[in-house]
């Protein structure tokens, strides 16, 4: 009996009551991922998407680069750490969107991509005079699931192994790093340092 039957969505619908029905669990650990945010999240554990390579956050509350990832589409543009994205403009995808206000969440969907599409963003950067538009032409990246090196303490050799995400890759990627620190380790070995802070989780086995 809605008033306005153009409104009613099926499937909207459907997804909201099933997200309605997990958070009435009242478990912060359960919840309902619509296809979209699914694949997404699918993306992210096996830590290869199409995109451009930028770690993004905020500078005083403007959407930001926090790093251009060495080796992708955003580093080799010349984007730095720092540069305030004030615009994202993906002509295929109808996208021409003023970041103003804009959650993490919506900067990432509209800045990931197929790869071989490009998008387009409008960045300031402190101690230029005028915005410039950079167009990157998106590409598979991926993200190690952690990274290692070797710190000096007390004359002693000690392995700081950071680990950022329980992805897919890390099934390769551990392996590897202990397997390197057993051939690199000398009379001056004193162990290792698990660095988990930051690290938001991931598969649970």
């Given at each position: 009996?809605y008033l306005?039957k153009?409104k009613l969505?099926?499937k909207?619908?459907?997804?909201?009551?099933?997200?309605?029905?997990v958070s009435s669990?009242?478990?912060?650990?359960?919840v309902?991922?619509?296809?979209?945010?699914?694949k997404?999240?699918?993306?992210?554990?096996a830590?290869?998407f199409?995109?451009?390579?930028i770690?993004?956050?905020?500078?005083?509350?403007t959407?930001?680069?926090m790093t251009?990832l060495?080796?992708t589409p955003?580093a080799?543009?010349?984007?730095?750490?720092g540069?305030?994205i004030?615009?994202?403009t993906?002509k295929?995808?109808?996208?021409?969107?003023?970041?103003?206000?804009?959650?993490?969440?919506?900067?990432?969907?509209?800045?990931?991509?197929?790869?071989?599409t490009?998008v387009?963003?409008k960045?300031y950067r402190e101690?230029?005079?005028?915005?410039?538009?950079?167009?990157?032409k998106?590409?598979?990246?991926?993200?190690p699931?952690?990274e290692m090196?070797?710190?000096?303490?007390g004359?002693?050799?000690?392995?700081?192994?950071?680990?950022?995400?329980?992805?897919?890759?890390?099934?390769t990627?551990w392996?590897?790093?202990?397997?390197?620190?057993?051939?690199e380790k000398?009379?001056?070995?004193?162990?290792i340092?698990?660095d988990?802070?930051?690290?938001?989780?991931?598969?649970l086995?």
């Amino acid at each position: 009996k809605y008033l306005d039957k153009s409104k009613l969505n099926a499937k909207e619908m459907e997804y909201g009551a099933i997200e309605g029905m997990v958070s009435s669990l009242d478990d912060p650990y359960t919840v309902y991922l619509s296809p979209e945010d699914n694949k997404s999240a699918n993306e992210d554990l096996a830590g290869t998407f199409g995109g451009v390579g930028i770690s993004l956050g905020y500078k005083e509350k403007t959407l930001a680069v926090m790093t251009p990832l060495p080796k992708t589409p955003a580093a080799n543009a010349g984007i730095l750490a720092g540069d305030l994205i004030l615009k994202i403009t993906d002509k295929k995808n109808n996208v021409d969107r003023d970041t103003t206000g804009i959650g993490l969440d919506e900067a990432v969907k509209l800045i990931r991509g197929e790869i071989g599409t490009e998008v387009t963003l409008k960045l300031y950067r402190e101690g230029e005079k005028e915005t410039f538009d950079v167009t990157l032409k998106r590409d598979n990246i991926v993200v190690p699931s952690l990274e290692m090196e070797w710190i000096a303490r007390g004359g002693k050799k000690i392995a700081w192994v950071k680990l950022y995400k329980f992805s897919d890759l890390i099934y390769t990627e551990w392996p590897e790093t202990v397997a390197k620190i057993i051939k690199e380790k000398d009379a001056n070995y004193g162990g290792i340092i698990l660095d988990l802070r930051n690290n938001p989780g991931g598969f649970l086995q």
